[in-house]
């Protein structure tokens, strides 16, 4: 039975920047959604982009995208695999967003002369995307996580909107304030004062915590939670350790333990009898913690310094290894590396190859490369948006005997542009936002590869890219052995490739990553690491 009113709790962050505001929101809606109450989570990003669309993986990792066609934060990939729910454009709202909205307003005349001003317009629309998200379906609970640290300046209108909140819904808000900890190795001592100086630094914006949650690689004592307490103006009950996990799905656990969701429910005054049940969320960390096998899978791309870009990716791949009570062990290739060296050293034991998606020229030759070691020495591959465009131009250039072939996105004079741009996308001036986006129907043939692995005939998976395959060279690619598994009928735009004469090699060009879960790992990676289990016989 849902609640009276919808109760919101927002998540800010102190002391130093990643510290996990994105899990503990999502280890807490998990908690809260296994006790019976509908739950969602959204982002407050502080950047003045629209979205994270245009931005560089190395600026701020992956772009994730939502069913109905988002662009957002990488953290709501996070809520998407704890919650096993989907999230939506109203989950993730920028400063650039809130901006653009109050300035197109006031061109259209909207305020009617008046001056248009941080306070209240700015802050009177971000309560508004705040507040609608409850509103839409009827949530028991709408987490808010605050991007950013507090002290930030980018971040004071959001601050400011939250404390608003407060002062206009009073016992439906509660605030969490996540800080650190910091273990001083010369005095072999934990130090509160960084926590105490970020939580003053709230105070002075008017907003008192009403739950610490504290990063720590040690384990709080009795002193420091008193201490804590004290001096942040808080009950020690309400002094949180969040201590360092081997992995962050173990954090539902050690929140629960810590009883978060607990004190969450007294101050909100929500009464709910069920008792939290994890049970298919233990199962899956029995599973990842006491496999029964092992296999080497390797993720060629051009990101992978910062692991973050290929986040969705390797959380896929640590969903169906749990599944399949089998460790993963992913070697993070570099695309430029095998453009100079020999594949044979560099992928020699591997059980699996996936191409990761991308954009641009750099590396291309060597994600090409490693299809062309997948494909002949009968390896696992898995080619995923850019991945599966290098495996069409392997194909082409090596089985078709076309010279030079190659995407228009790399080489707009190519003799042979198998991969080509949309008619509607040619048209296309602006960046941000102006992809094929967003979840697409995919029609499947049956006594494929790919049939065998969804078992349906019809999917819905989401995209994020300009470039297609080119209609004009199907039959030449099917009269070699390429199937063409995977169609959109509306659009006739070829989804998926795979491979007559190969055990199993599949290409995709939309993003399976993206509606993976813990509870329901994507069909694709579980075939990928069944057949790499197979090739590591």
């Not at 310094?305 to 062990?329: F, P, Q, W």
């Amino acid at each position: 039975m849902p609640l009276s009113s919808t109760k919101y709790i927002f998540v800010t962050g102190g002391v130093t920047s990643s510290l996990g505001k994105g899990i503990v929101s999502a280890s807490l809606a998990k908690i809260l959604q296994s006790r019976g109450l509908n739950v969602t989570i959204q982002k407050l990003d502080p950047y003045i982009n629209v979205d994270p669309g245009t931005l560089n993986p190395y600026e701020h990792g992956e772009c994730y995208v939502t069913e109905d066609g988002a662009e957002t934060d990488l953290d709501l990939g996070h809520y998407e695999r704890f919650l096993n729910i989907q999230t939506s454009q109203n989950n993730n709202v920028t400063t650039g967003k809130i901006y653009q909205t109050v300035i197109n307003r006031e061109r259209n005349g909207d305020y009617l002369g008046k001056t248009v001003q941080v306070i209240p317009h700015i802050t009177n629309e971000i309560k508004e995307h705040i507040l609608k998200l409850g509103k839409g379906k009827d949530y028991d609970v709408v987490i808010t996580e605050i991007g950013g640290t507090v002290g930030d300046i980018e971040s004071l209108p959001f601050i400011e909107s939250i404390r608003q909140l407060k002062w206009d819904l009073n016992q439906d808000v509660l605030f969490i304030h996540l800080t650190l900890i910091p273990y001083l190795s010369t005095s072999g001592e934990l130090k509160t004062k960084p926590t105490q100086h970020s939580v003053k630094a709230l105070l002075e914006y008017g907003i008192q915590p009403d739950i610490l949650v504290c990063r720590s690689e040690y384990h709080l004592d009795d002193s420091i939670r008193n201490k804590i307490a004290l001096f942040c103006n808080v009950e020690k009950e309400c002094v949180i350790e969040s201590i360092d996990a081997k992995t962050i799905y173990e954090v539902p656990i050690l929140m629960l333990k810590e009883k978060l969701d607990t004190v969450v429910c007294e101050k909100l005054k929500i009464k709910i009898e069920n008792k939290p049940s994890l049970t298919k969320w233990k199962k899956f960390l029995n599973n990842l913690y006491n496999p029964k096998h092992s296999i080497e899978i390797a993720l060629i791309g051009k990101y992978v310094e910062l692991k973050d870009s290929y986040i969705s990716i390797a959380e896929s791949l640590i969903h169906a290894g749990a599944r399949n009570k089998t460790k993963v062990n992913l070697h993070w290739i570099h695309s430029s590396k095998l453009e100079t060296q020999d594949c044979e050293s560099v992928l020699k034991n591997i059980h699996g190859i996936i191409v990761a998606p991308g954009f641009g020229s750099r590396g291309i030759e060597g994600k090409i490369k490693a299809v062309h070691y997948a494909r002949t020495k009968k390896i696992p591959f898995l080619g995923i948006c850019l991945g599966m465009q290098c495996a069409v131009v392997e194909f082409a250039r090596n089985v078709l005997e076309m010279e030079n072939a190659n995407s228009i996105e790399i080489d707009s004079e190519t003799k042979f542009p198998v991969i080509s741009m949309m008619e509607q996308q040619k048209k296309l001036k602006k960046m941000g936002g102006t992809m094929r986006l967003g979840a697409y129907k995919c029609d499947i043939e049956k006594g494929t590869l790919l049939h065998n692995i969804y078992k349906k005939e019809t999917i819905l998976e989401r995209h994020r890219h300009r470039f297609e395959f080119n209609n004009k060279y199907v039959k030449e690619f099917e009269s070699k052995g390429l199937i063409f598994s995977g169609k959109n009928s509306k659009n006739q735009l070829m989804e998926t490739i795979e491979i007559k004469e190969h055990p199993w090699f599949i290409g995709v060009q939309y993003h399976p990553e993206y509606k993976s879960t813990v509870e329901n790992p994507h069909p694709i990676f579980l075939g990928l690491i069944e057949a790499g289990l197979k090739q590591s016989l």
